[in-house]
């Protein structure tokens, strides 16, 4: 089973995807890790993001579309299946991905949206930045909250366009963690979420 897990920074994707690799058996794929794997693995398109990231610069669509099918295609993810989790973050990004995929006859069974309040999510980010004590915690919440902007901007987009397809579920990430893993599941074993994008 492929899937994409949607949602900002700090809804607890992460943590959510790990859960599903433990109980389902995918590869949780992050696009930062996947991103400093190629580099370390000194492919061609690994050097070339590298040297793009060392610059401060973004790696151009193409080249991280690239980089995460090279991975998907790899033959123990094939069996097992994938968890996307920081992929697609624009329109576009989600277009190349979906033409990449069809071209390869790979299926994505599930992209799910974790929903969140965003108001409140800010809340939790000052609360978990309160209760990790150090000078650095204001500092992290106030990227995580530039990080939540970027979101709003760039990636949410990106949830229209695939609720029009019709291929877009939801959870509510406000639950508790269980909660949470609870709602996924049962979209994944046939159930479902919070809402159905053909709603």
Do not use: W
């Amino acid at each position: 089973m492929n899937i994409i897990l949607m949602g900002p920074p700090g809804c607890g994707k992460g943590t959510q995807a790990q859960r599903l690799q433990e109980k389902y058996g995918m590869v949780h794929l992050s696009t930062g890790d996947m991103l400093r794997a190629a580099a370390a693995a000194g492919t061609e398109t690994g050097l070339r993001a590298k040297a793009i990231l060392d610059r401060g610069d973004l790696v151009p669509d193409d080249m991280v579309v690239g980089i995460i099918v090279e991975r998907i295609e790899d033959a123990e993810i094939r069996e097992k299946g994938f968890i996307l989790d920081g992929f697609p973050r624009t329109v576009v990004q989600a277009e190349k991905l979906d033409d990449v995929l069809a071209e390869k006859r790979i299926e994505i069974h599930h992209i799910i949206e974790m929903r969140v309040d965003e108001a409140a999510l800010f809340a939790r980010i000052e609360r978990r930045a309160q209760e990790s004590a150090g000078a650095r915690a204001d500092d992290n919440a106030e990227t995580l909250k530039k990080r939540i902007v970027v979101y709003r901007e760039q990636t949410a987009p990106i949830l229209p366009y695939y609720e029009k397809s019709g291929r877009l579920e939801a959870v509510d990430g406000m639950a508790g963690i269980d909660d949470v893993t609870t709602q996924l599941g049962s979209i994944l074993e046939g159930g479902a979420g919070l809402q159905q994008a053909a709603d």
